[in-house]
């Protein structure tokens, strides 16, 4: 079975940008997915496949190694939120 980051990488495009905003957030998605979070994540990918802000992301992950907060154009940002708070 594959592994839920090698699914990430293994995508092609903005759900790659995923896999990058999640390391800067200090999001393990293999941790995710052993709490039970395989639909979530396939969601937020979903989410992240049909955001209109990539350029925007491209930069904002140039920019910053690692990050408390998604930047609020972010399709995820709440997922995100959700998750850090302990949801």
Do not use: T, Y
């Not at 995508?11 to 293999?30: I, S, V, W």
């Not at 709490?35 to 049909?50: F, H, P």
């Not at 154009?73 to 709440?78: E, I, L, Q, V, W």
């Amino acid at each position: 079975m594959k592994s839920m980051i090698e699914g990430l990488r293994g995508a092609a495009g903005r759900p790659r940008l995923m896999g990058e905003m999640m390391r800067r957030l200090d999001l393990e998605p293999d941790a995710l997915s052993a709490r039970g979070l395989d639909v979530a994540l396939a969601q937020a990918a979903r989410r992240c496949a049909g955001c209109a802000h990539e350029g925007a992301c491209r930069s904002w992950l140039d920019a910053h190694e690692s990050a408390d907060h998604a930047p609020s154009f972010c399709a995820n940002d709440g997922f995100f939120e959700g998750i850090k708070a302990g949801g």
